[in-house]
C-alpha cells in the first residue's frame, strides 16, 4: 500500500481516523493491516498506512515497535491489533491496556 494512501473505508466514512504504521517484510504488519482494515470496515471509518523506514523521524520513533496503530494521532497500540480495544477508542472509550482489561 502507499505511505499515504488511505486504506478501503466504507461510504460515509468520517475521515481518517486510523493510521497503521508498517515496514516491508514484517509478518506482523500483516495481520495488523487485515485486522485494522475489517475495523475500519465494520465501524465506517478510514485508515491508511505509512511505512515507518520511509520517515527517518518515524524510523527513530518507532524503531522495532511496528506494526504501531494510531487512533486519532495517537498511539493505541503495538505489535498486536486487539481489536475490541480498537473499537472501544474509535468508539470515544478509554485506551488504557488496564480497562480493557476490566481493572
Given at each position: ?55 527517518p523521524q518515524?524510523?527513530?520513533?518507532y524503531g522495532?515497535?511496528v506494526p ?36
Amino acid at each position: 500500500m502507499d505511505d499515504d494512501a488511505p486504506g478501503p473505508a466504507a461510504p460515509g466514512d468520517g475521515g481518517t481516523r486510523i493510521t497503521l504504521l508498517t515496514r516491508s517484510g514484517c509478518h506482523l504488519c500483516e495481520t495488523a493491516r487485515d485486522a485494522v482494515a475489517r475495523v475500519a470496515d465494520q465501524e465506517r471509518v478510514g485508515w491508511r498506512e505509512a511505512d515507518v523506514d520511509a520517515d527517518p523521524q518515524l524510523a527513530e520513533e518507532y524503531g522495532d515497535r511496528v506494526p504501531v496503530v494510531l487512533v486519532d494521532g495517537r498511539e493505541h497500540g503495538y505489535w498486536r491489533v486487539e481489536e475490541d480495544r480498537l473499537r472501544r477508542a474509535l468508539a470515544g472509550g478509554r485506551w488504557s491496556l488496564r480497562s480493557a482489561r476490566g481493572r
